[in-house]
């Protein structure tokens, strides 16, 4: 084929496939686009699954009747107006793009009425290109409506999921924005369904109620952002309400709904050690900062963001949200309606998602800061489980896990504060290790000086240890190095000192099937209760179960 | 087998047996208690493979046999009678002992004595005797040292060198290290070095309490075990094989600081120290400070904790040689001195990083070696 320009209609189509991936990708623009205009209520209308109606209505600016037209025509914007402009972006929009792309991919109506105007401008358009133009009756605001979407594509069409999968992008956008706007009035139906509805009352947590339920909403604690640059609010979910999938995270840069696995990494790193592995937090997060500090103009659809200072955004991520879980002050709570029984209680406990169900079971509520109540130890169970009563019912704690987090944070406490203690060896020790414990070795026995650890090369495979850390001094430490090696050279190296002190503390711990005495559980519990996250062990299982009394007068049938 | 003793008799014997019983074990019978007549006397004998004790108690013996039982319901049933005669009766179809004491009478079901794991014979060897208050005081001041954790054999055990008329008892676990000399009643004709299991010599040690005569103590040949014989009991145990650190030259020669103190003014000061170390490893620091023309020396013994607060207590001292500072794990301070007989003992430091040494005050037949705790001064 001689090479010649497109036509012009081949060409916007292939524009618009860049911005209109899906039908989720028209809503999002659309509502973006409401939101851009100031509007404090949104609707979304959608019909089998946004192929054959989108229809989008606010209550916003409206578009002056004489500038209509040039809002369909390809970079036109009234967003902005320089290349400087471009440079700090306010608006969700700026690309001039989006409604063209959408009328070279479907049939576009709207009926827009600006400040001032008695009647509202109606345009329809087909195949790219205005069909009619009259006037219409209605108040101030904007209604888009979209038909046929990828009708004249049948790739596209082919290419999309089912209606059911298709609903659920577009639930998720109006969702992300319900969350990003809460002073917004949203709400969507999906084939004349409700499936979202929120009260624009501008608290996020009457949002989250409506987009997550009342579960999630009861175990959110709120983010006390610095008013620094760039400061970080928003609300994330305790520990137990944890999710399997990455779903629950939402990320808004100036309000501006970004994918970002770099947020998601800071968040996920600032639950490290209160998740249980393949677990993952909920969070809605919005970062303030100075429009040129981000670059939103990479990416087609504007979901992905270039920091300047990516590091600084991260560990304001990070830290915000590790304080606000250290300092766990728990909104108030919003009660679950399900009916657990005492059965219920042992299987939660047992499987993986103990953290899902009734607010009565999994960890105790938490009041205050280090929320763990006084406890009087009773017993001790199979040598592995400390039975305590608390002011609110019983408590089983698990022993090992339980120590393991005394003494994850002690550990981490002596070496934040260089106290590591260190107790040196008669004689030093060679300690032979495997060509990959070597290697392992080799680049890190001198930081591992800082949890206590004097090693030295002594040629070969050998290296001469002479002194170990306190806490593991009476225990195998060298198979606990080696184990440690092992699982450096093995895992993630970006954290290998959390893993080292995982490791000292696992190994330090008391044994499940141990016998303790009672000062021992007393004095343990003590310690436990002084634990900054007492209710998760360092590798993020539970470290007791709870039952309330209220939970056995309902078991027994005393209610 | 048919007999009759007392009931207070197999009640002690059982006690005496009681501990070699295995606990937790793949071997079922290794839970029972091999009841056998043995002449006018009926031995019973129990055995967790590493060591196994046999004690023999007065008894009537009208005829002869073997059984095994259940230690601990053989143990619990005899304990619970009246102070009167027992007869013991054993039916060997059914394998069944049967038991009366007074107006009490139970049956046991037993398992074939022929099952038990037989008891090593030590025999050969050397064969040597021991005071039981000098053996007592050695394993008493040493055991304790060997280590509990189970990655080096060598050194859970004690080590025994048995040369001339001298026994040396020695154990170490890598941070410590304990040397006691004592005399042997009868020498030995070969020099001979062992190691003891500690658990081994905990339980000698405590069946040694109401002794009077001397111990044997016999090894065999190939070192494999050993045998303690007290009056109508006997202990075998299995010997760790492995070589023993070589420790003389752990032993430091000279010394910057000595302090001499009062042992139970140390012990006090270590243990009241220790209660604020305990949210750490317990650490115990020691400020030895030589005293001036009028004023005596002092060991300032303190500690501290983020969350109870701090602790600090001098005690008098008579020191010699320079300022010294140094930490150890008070564990190991208290361990010592709590086992210590003399009234003063000498703290000998070098420096901060190197071992210490306490000696008792008017022995010379102990040495106690620590090593000391790395801190911030
Ligand atoms: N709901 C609405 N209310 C008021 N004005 C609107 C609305 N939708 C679109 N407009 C006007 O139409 C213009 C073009 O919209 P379009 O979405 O195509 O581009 P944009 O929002 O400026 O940039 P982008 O392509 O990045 O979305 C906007 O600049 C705005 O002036
Ligand atoms: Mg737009």
Redesign the interface.
Known sequence: MPIKALAPQVVARIAAGEVVERPASVVKELVENSLDAGATQISVEVGGGGVSLIKVTDNGAGIPSEEVELAFERYATSKIGDLDDLESISSLGFRGEALSSITAVAQVDMTTCADGEKVATHLGLEDGAIASRSTKGRSQGTTVTVLNLFRKIPARLKFLKSIATENSHIANVVSQYALAFPEVKFSLSLDGRVALRTPGSGKLLDSVAEVYGAEIAGNMIELKGEATIPRVTGMVGLPRVSRSGWGYLSFFINRRWVNSRMLARAVEEAYHGLLMVGRHPVAVIDILLPAQDVDVNIHPTKSEVKFANERAVFSAVYRTVRQALAGQTPVPHVEAANKPVFSSVVRESASPTYVGAGADLSFPPLTSAAALPVLRVLGQLDNSYIIAEGPDGLYLIDQHAAHERVLFE?IE??RAQ??I???????P?PLEVSPRQEAELWSHYQELAEFGFAIEPFGGKTFLVR?VP??V????W??MLRELLDSLSEGDKSNWAETVIITMACHSAVRAGQALTDSEMR?LVR?LE?AATPHTCPHGRPTMIHLSYGQLKKDFGRT | MKLSCLQENLDRGLNVVGRAVAVRTTLPITNNVLLATDKSRLKLSATNLEMAISCWIGAKVEEEGAITVPARLLSEFISSLPSEKVDINLSPQTKTLGLKCARFEARISGVDAKDFPPIPRVEGGIATKVEVEALRQAIGQVAFAAATEESRPVLTGVDAEFDGDTLTLAAADGFRLAVYKLPLAQAVSQKTEVIIPARTLAELNRLMADQEEAVEITVNPEKGQALFRLKDIELVSQLIQGSFPNYSQLIPKKFNTKAVISVADFLRATKTASIFARDGSGIVRLVVAPGGEMTPGKVTVSARSEEIGDDVGDIDAMVEGEEAKIAFNGKYLTDVLSVLHEAQVALETTNPSSPGVLKPVGSDNYIHVVMPMFVQW
Request: glycine residues 8%; hydrophobic residues 30%; aromatic residues 0%.
């Open positions: 002690r406490r002596q260089r106290e203690e260190v107790q040196g060896l008669l004689e020790m002194a306190a806490i001094h009476d225990r195998d060298a198979g004095e310690q002084q």
